[in-house]
């Protein structure tokens, strides 16, 4: 059965819209590998140099290693079968060069046996100097060498006491893989959250690809043998009833156009990356000859951490195990990345095995009580709260308000603490990722830093510690409340800020159960030369204390109660854009101070830096996302500005916010960031006869977070403007193009009887400083439901009025920025974009979607 007969070897791929990227194009390979490292690509000319591409042929392998003068003599590589599970020991067939070209160039297998040796490094050692990694360009970090560096040391140590030392052992990471037509892997996903790179010698391959939370359509999965892996990833998880060749015969040809994968032809000399989590499946398309590599490197540590440790094997704490050496080597080489680990112990440190499970424990006021009644005796006194007893705050005051990974409670129905864990990173400007950011071995090509405020990526370690750095929310959060302190016209609009502080101090948790460990084992410990290792919590527990106000509803609680009426709607999107958008937007920010890397956010170089930052980011972000329809992903990047910031200052800040010269010029205002509707709280009035006292009660306990009433889906990563639950119970990923008449559907399901008007709006951790424009894009999507009639009741108020009328910009220009910016943002906007106008997945152009979306809205005028 040849493949060219069923059109699989020519057939362009469906989705092809994986990046091909030359190296040799590439100013600062590490950089743009920072950037897409979330996401598939194929390098090409990175492996010309290698011997591998003229000596790994059929005939020359043969001749190396299977003839008279072979050294080692007639090697024998593991042979396996593309339904055998990895961590099996059902294949041990073995065979030479000579034989298994031999059974390739005769076989007529419908699925066939194909060479997988992960230990041909040690068998045929020579066949490691045929190939370098460095050639690569962008993957220039690997944990896993790390034990390789300490055998050395040990070695040169030992040679000196004429001792043995054995080399640490190390998980099988590197496979020589040599297969026929119609062999290759089925659908699975790397082990241990690793990310792998396969750069194929000779041949073609197809490669079909899904994002991690996309598992492939048609197949069941069974985990690999790991009994205690039910709190770990399905980064174990492999196909068992289908082979890559009959996936594409019978489950391909079923698959509307949004639900195929994405899928590239690797041709010889080209590398494919695939990060950790992504599931693949490879289809050899003729006799192939390949070496392949899995890493963990920044990007991926803490993932191969928690899957490690959630599969109950591994513990960094236990000295016993394989993860405990790990970490230990990981201290030595790589400092910064023990802050990693000390979070990956803090639920331990709570009595909680996973991180899942202590983010759990947020609602839960028992658990809570202590710390809830420590802060709350910080910042009160007897006059200060109408409570009897205030000192002896029981569990019955209490209640947990918990919704994500903040745990949130009131107390005595009138104030409110909201704790702020490190799960925040999300959103934030630095995430655990960046922060083990390498300086790349290249010389850098970022912009040269003039500032002296200002820092780079691979410098943020060695100016905060990561505690520090991840507590940029309740940082922003802060000093947000401390700024709109001073704006009157704001006050009745937000929550009272009564203080903010740390439940626990440095000492509590850097100081306790202190080790001294020596750093050299063969000299007896002493004090001066060991190095501390520490065991407290390290998550000192910042947090905020507002006022709470019971009787206010969400927003997104009315709307999954039957909606409100019309009028209810119109008046809330006037009071969003013409009352609170101004008088937050006359906040002064001039002692707002710097964003992490040192840039002011009081002038435009804090925003362009974030744009920049995002702008690096889309395209992985929008593949891992699989939304976009592909002809709309492919024109993507030329649509977006150029990763500049000259670019992104021309295309995506307002035509006059550095024309220092024209009079109509405006410097940055503070932004919301965030400004859904679970974050807009209004009142429900109870006068209207069709509300009945049942309904309120029921809105009043959602509201108040009541767990035993609605389950809470509570997640380390918590996802933005969730369609699924703000909006609609459709799990599929995009909508069929004949759906686009079921637009009036979604939109209208907002609408109800409830009468509710909006009074105070919450939650700033999410603030930045920038352009007015970028809050409408969680206003639209998030709190107006994609409604364009509610849009042009927003755009016809008088402030945003005054905004058109202080830009020289067309109404379709304004269009298309704003279509840039939803690109970059942060949240599900686009997969909302998609969702409430299914019929834009016909269109052909970004600028067309914009024109229709938007210059109607933006020509509106002053009602």
């Known amino acids: ?464 510690s990561l505690r520090t750095a991840l507590e940029e929310a309740f940082k922003i959060e802060t000093a947000t409340y401390h700024a709109i302190r001073q704006n009157k016209s704001l006050l009745s609009m937000i929550p009272h800020f009564y203080g903010s502080g740390h439940l626990m101090s440095y000492e509590d948790v850097d100081d306790s159960d202190i080790e001294w460990e020596d750093t050299d084992t063969h000299k007896s410990k002493r004090m001066k030369s060991g190095r501390r290792v520490l065991h407290g919590s390290y998550w000192r527990w910042p947090y905020i204390v507002l006022e709470f106000q019971k009787d206010y509803i969400g927003l997104d609680r009315i709307c999954k109660s039957g909606g409100m009426t019309i009028g209810c709607w119109k008046y809330a999107a006037n009071w969003i854009s013409d009352a609170f958008l101004p008088a937050l937007y006359a906040t002064s920010i001039k002692a707002y101070g710097r964003g992490v890397y040192g840039h002011c956010k009081s002038t435009w170089a804090w925003y362009i830096h974030y744009l920049l930052r995002q702008r690096r980011r889309t395209f992985a972000f929008h593949m891992k996302e699989n939304v976009i329809p592909t002809h709309l992903l492919k024109k993507m990047e030329k649509f977006l500005p150029h990763a500049t910031s000259k670019a992104i200052v021309k295309e995506l800040l307002p035509s006059n916010a550095l024309e220092k010269s024209n009079t109509q010029s405006f410097d940055p205002v503070l932004l919301h960031g965030d400004l859904t509707c679970e974050n807009i709280l209004g009142t429900l009035e109870t006068s209207q006869p069709l509300v009945t006292q049942f309904q309120i009660d029921k809105l009043h306990a959602k509201t108040s977070g009541d767990v035993r009433d609605e389950s809470l889906e509570i997640y380390r990563n918590a996802d933005k403007w969730e369609i699924s639950s703000a909006s609609s119970n459709d799990s599929s990923d995009t909508v069929d193009f004949d759906d686009a008449e079921k637009e009036p559907i979604r939109l209208k399901k907002h609408y109800g009887r409830n009468v509710w008007y909006p009074k105070i709006v919450i939650d700033f951790a999410d603030a930045k400083t920038g352009d007015p424009m970028y809050d409408l894009i969680a206003v639209f999507f998030a709190a107006l439901h994609g409604d364009p009639e509610l849009w042009k009741s927003s755009i016809s108020t008088s402030y945003w009025q005054q905004y058109r009328a202080n830009s020289d910009e067309s109404d379709s220009e304004r269009s298309i920025r704003f279509l840039k910016l939803i690109l970059l943002h942060p949240s599900r906007s686009i997969r909302a974009l998609f969702h409430f106008h299914p019929q834009l997945e016909r269109f052909s152009t970004w600028e067309a979607i914009a024109a229709h979306l938007f210059d109607e809205v933006w020509s509106q005028k002053e009602e």
Not at 99 to 111: P, V
Not at 338 to 346: I, P, S, V
Not at 401 to 412: Q, Y
């Open 1 to 464: 059965m040849s493949l060219h007969n069923l059109n699989l070897d020519w057939v362009k791929p469906a989705r092809d819209t994986v990046p091909v990227v030359d190296i040799e194009s590439l100013s600062d390979p590490v950089s743009f590998y920072q950037d897409y490292a979330d996401a598939p690509f194929i390098l090409q000319n990175a492996t010309k140099t290698w011997k591998a591409t003229t000596d790994w042929t059929p005939e020359k392998l043969i001749e190396r290693f299977d003839g008279a003068d072979a050294d080692p003599c007639s090697a024998r590589l593991r042979v396996t079968h593309n339904l055998d599970l990895p961590s099996t020991k059902s294949s041990r067939m073995q065979m030479t060069f000579t034989d298994y070209f031999t059974y390739a160039n005769q076989q007529k297998d419908e699925t066939p046996l194909y060479i997988f040796d992960s230990d041909f490094g040690d068998k045929i050692p020579t066949l490691l100097d045929d190939y370098q990694i460095e050639t690569l360009g962008v993957f220039e970090e690997d944990y896993l060498t790390l034990a390789a560096k300490v055998y050395e040391k040990k070695r040169e140590k030992a040679k000196m006491r004429s001792k043995h030392v054995s080399p640490p052992k190390r998980p099988d990471f590197r496979w020589m893989v040599i297969g026929p037509e119609r062999s290759g892997a089925p659908w699975h996903t790397d082990p241990g959250q690793t990310s792998a790179w396969n750069a194929l010698i000779k041949g073609r391959k197809r490669w079909a690809i899904y994002p991690p939370d996309h598992p492939p359509p048609g197949i069941s999965f069974a985990q690999r043998n790991c009994p205690k892996r039910k709190n770990a990833s399905a980064a174990y998880d492999n196909a068992l009833n289908m082979t890559s060749l009959a996936w594409y015969l019978h489950v391909y040809p079923t698959l509307k156009s949004h639900e195929k994968p994405y899928e590239v032809i690797q041709e010889p000399g080209e590398t494919i990356y695939i990060p950790n989590g992504w599931w693949h499946l490879v289809l050899n398309l003729e006799l192939t000859i390949a070496v392949t590599q899995n890493f963990v490197d920044s990007h991926n540590l803490m993932a191969f951490l928690e899957d490690s440790q959630a599969s109950g094997t591994l513990d960094t704490r236990n000295k016993g195990h394989l993860l405990y050496e790990f970490r230990s080597l990981c201290s030595k080489f790589r400092p910064e990345a023990d802050e990693a680990f000390r979070l990956l112990d803090m639920p331990r440190t709570y009595g909680f095995s996973t991180s899942e499970a202590q983010i759990n424990s947020f609602s839960s006021v028992s658990h809570w009580k202590h710390a809830v009644r420590s802060v709350f005796k910080r910042h009160f006194t007897h006059s200060d709260v109408n409570v009897k007893d205030w000192w002896r705050v029981s569990q019955r005051h209490i209640r947990s308000l918990t919704s994500r990974v903040n745990p949130t409670f009131a107390v005595s129905e009138c104030i409110l603490i909201k704790f702020f864990s490190h799960h925040n990173e999300e959103w934030s400007e630095v995430d655990i990722k960046t922060y083990l950011f390498q300086k790349p071995k290249a010389k850098e090509t970022q912009n040269e830093i003039k500032d002296r405020n200002l820092i780079q990526v691979h410098e943020l370690k060695n100016t905060m």
